[in-house]
């Protein structure tokens, strides 16, 4: 893997983050006080970033491909990585992989949803190609249905949507030796979301990179400082009182109760931090990690709260939604500024935690009976179709998951021979001209 981690880093363009905004520094001051200070450390990150003492929003011709890419825009640190870079600055998709290859002649359809894909020339293993149908995502009447015929496919439509596309495949039989492993041993990265709300902070909160800094508070629970910019307070209506506890009516009513003494407390500043204006700017959502085993099963079911249609659900021992120490971290952070501590509604009410890194349930195995695919990515029982994408991680990786994502497919990749060099249909599998689903 470590080739493939260093070509993943040259594509996605990965730096050392130079940009510190006050929430970095406000983690960093709450790891010292929590002891944990030596372990502060600055992300890596795939985003344009200027020369320190020069100012953002300059552009430069392609400073990653030789030449061979866009010209790019240094970063502003507005915080809109997460929502969409608009300068230019984040090394997006279509600024490296879906440029490079447009550029040599690879054709991209946007907003094209895959609803089927099916073995062509009566062969039920794929040996004699595929044909992959498609709908206008975007589109509820005229969907614009398109047919395409290919030698391969590569699913890469990350964990959730692959899962979802081939329950949908194997359910309507047009793919029906997917194996039975699909769904099973999906991981979350053991992850919680919580934070601290400061409202009437002097510095705005959201300026920054989205990720800019972690600590780690012991050897297997990471924290990192992410922002959204100013203006996207959405994620404002999840967040309530930090709750300790465990799962059930007992954390619940401990929740009420919270409440109803923050606003006897603090009528005013408790309203304040309920409401989701200015969220963004005062809020500082402290993403907890850990590298601890832990996993779900994901199904293809009617849920029973909506039986007209199937859906991915969920099964299993419920990740934990409650990290005793992640919960001390934050009261610690938010006693820095004198704001709130806060965790996320659906934790404290559902049990249902919130995570941004669903990965697994198409995982790499020696047969099919243990997983989806092969080392080498390719689906059990079908030839030349693969899977690129988090789907097949199967551990909790403990930090954000997207380098070892690409350093997979890369590393998937690096064994289909070159155009020119490759054969039809051969035993390997291995084929030119796939079809990205």
Known sequence: ????????????????????????????????????????????????????????????????????????????????????????????????????????????????????????????????????????????????????TCRGVIFAASSLGTMELLFQLRENRSLPAISGQLGQHVRTNSESLIGARTPGYTQDLS???????????????????????????????????????????????????????????????????????????????LLCMQALDGEIEMRWQRPWFWPFRKFLVSRGAKVPTYIPKANEFAKRFAQLTGGFAMSLLPEILFDVPGTAHCIGGCVI??????????????????????????????ANLGVNPSLTITALAERAMSFIPPVGKTSWDNSAGEVADPVVA
């Open 365 to 394: 195995a020696d047969c099919s009976c243990r997983g989806v695919v092969d080392s080498r990515h390719r689906v059990f029982n079908y030839k030349n179709m693969y899977i690129c994408d988090g789907s097949v991680v199967a």
């Open 207 to 285: 300026q920054g990179i989205a990720i800019g800094s972690g600590v780690y508070i012991d050897e297997h629970t990471h924290i990192e400082a992410v922002r959204y910019p100013n203006g996207s307070d959405a994620m404002g209506f999840l967040t309530t009182i930090l709750t300790d506890g465990r799962p059930g009516p007992q954390r619940i009513a401990l929740w009420l109760k919270n409440i109803v003494a923050s606003l006897l407390r603090h009528p005013f500043k408790t309203m304040r931090v309920l409401q989701p204006v200015g969220w963004a700017r005062e809020f500082v959502i």
């Open 1 to 148: 893997m470590p080739q493939h981690y260093e070509t993943a880093a040259r594509m996605l363009g990965v730096t050392e983050n130079r940009i510190l905004g006050p929430a970095d520094h406000l983690l960093k001051k709450a790891a010292e006080a929590a002891g944990s200070g030596n372990t502060f450390y600055c992300t890596k990150v795939g985003i344009f970033e200027s020369v320190p003492g020069e100012p953002g929003n300059q552009t430069f011709p392609d400073p990653f491909f030789g030449g061979e890419g866009p010209a790019r825009t240094t970063c502003t640190a507005c915080g809109g990585c997460i929502m969409g870079c608009r300068y230019g600055a984040k090394n997006t998709l279509d600024l490296g992989y879906l440029y490079l290859a447009e550029k040599h002649g690879a054709q991209v359809f946007p907003e094209s949803k895959v609803v089927n894909v099916k073995p062509l020339g009566g062969s039920s293993d794929g040996s004699a190609g595929y044909e992959v149908h498609t709908v206008k995502s975007t589109a509820w009447i005229r969907r614009q249905p398109r047919r395409f």
